[in-house]
């Protein structure tokens, strides 16, 4: 299988902490993106790293890219209540095909 | 408006019942996908339709019948479905140029119950 892994599989955080989860994959790949996920919702896109890029911020989201460790990692600083959601890496092939692979999810939960 | 809606929220269907979910977007995306989410997984890939031709078809058993009638809209059809198939579908869109992979903007989804 191509899918990615994600570690850790759950996150359970105080509001006002640093949040951070990994992500491995297996193959060479375009880019590599991140999404979150509230329950039982739909996705929603957060960050797109490009195979050439190592890092890249939007906001409170970090992401590294480490393609020679095939690994990516997120990083949400002062999160909020409102982080709670998983949260999903997803690489692109670099075939140029519409085609997204998911990795297996983190489930991040903040307390207030 | 980036906005990708689905139809109907949520659906309970009997093993030998038809049913369609539909899916819409207006921001002109060529590229239109299906999902399908079990709880506690990632969502896994069913179909893609590029430029409203079917471009990837996962291995999806026939009982699922993907439409695209245009480029706005993304039909799924089901029939004679099994109780394992009860799962999220997601329908998802994207901008289509050849040699990249552009993010994708997910619908929020049906929750879909086969009895």
């Known amino acids: 299988s191509q899918q990615g892994e994600e570690d850790p599989q759950a996150l359970s955080i105080q509001e006002g902490e640093n949040a951070t989860m990994n992500c491995s994959y297996k193959?060479?790949?375009?880019?590599l993106q991140w999404y979150r996920q509230n329950s039982g919702r739909g996705l929603v896109h957060l960050i797109l790293?490009?195979?050439?890029?190592r890092e890249k911020h939007s906001g409170r989201l970090r992401v590294t890219l480490d393609t020679s460790k095939k690994s990516s990692s997120l990083l949400i600083t002062a999160s909020r209540a409102a982080d709670t959601a998983s949260y999903f890496c997803?690489?692109?092939?670099?075939?140029?095909?519409?085609?997204?692979?998911f990795g297996t999810g983190t489930r991040l939960l903040v307390s207030p | 408006d980036t906005e990708v809606t689905q139809t109907p929220k949520h659906l309970v269907m009997g093993m030998t019942n038809k049913k369609s979910l539909k899916c819409e977007q207006h921001?002109?995306?060529?590229?239109m996908y299906w999902y399908k989410q079990k709880a506690k997984k990632p969502p896994e890939l069913m179909f893609v339709?590029?430029?409203?031709?079917?471009?990837i078809n996962e291995s999806v058993p026939s009982r699922f019948s993907p439409e695209c009638p245009n480029s706005s809209l993304l039909n799924l059809h089901l029939h004679a479905l099994q109780p394992e198939d009860s799962a999220l579908y997601l329908c998802?869109?994207?901008?289509?140029?050849?040699?990249?992979?552009?993010?994708?903007?997910f619908g929020p989804g049906t929750r879909l119950t086969v009895t």
């Open positions: 998802a869109s994207s901008q289509h140029p050849s040699g990249r992979t552009y993010e994708q903007y």
């Open positions: 193959t060479s790949i375009n880019n």
């Open positions: 790293i490009r195979s050439n890029e």
């Open positions: 997803a690489t692109a092939l670099p075939t140029g095909f519409q085609k997204l692979v």
């Open positions: 921001m002109g995306h060529r590229a």
């Open positions: 339709y590029s430029y409203e031709k079917l471009s």
